[in-house]
């Protein structure tokens, strides 16, 4: 895997239909090599939490189970 399949500055982000207008937000992007990256809409130039593809399923399945409420 090279430092580009993992660089966020490319990346093209993504809003939940779910978001309100509000713009408190999570957007995430699927990057290269397989990880996925997410930040926080309303700081696009923050910090960016990047994870293998088998670790945000886990969080996936783990919040429609109801595992975080």
Do not use: Y
């Not at 500055?9 to 990256?37: D, P």
């Not at 130039?45 to 409420?69: C, M």
Request: glycine content about 14%.
């Amino acid at each position: 895997m090279t430092d580009k399949e993992v660089d966020p500055s490319r990346a093209e982000w993504r809003t939940s239909s779910f978001s309100g207008a509000n713009g408190q937000c999570v957007q995430v992007a699927f990057l290269g090599g397989g990880h996925v990256a997410v930040r926080d809409s309303k700081n696009p130039d923050g910090p960016v939490l990047t994870f293998t593809s088998g670790e945000w399923n886990s969080f996936i399945h783990g919040a429609k189970d109801g595992r975080f409420d």
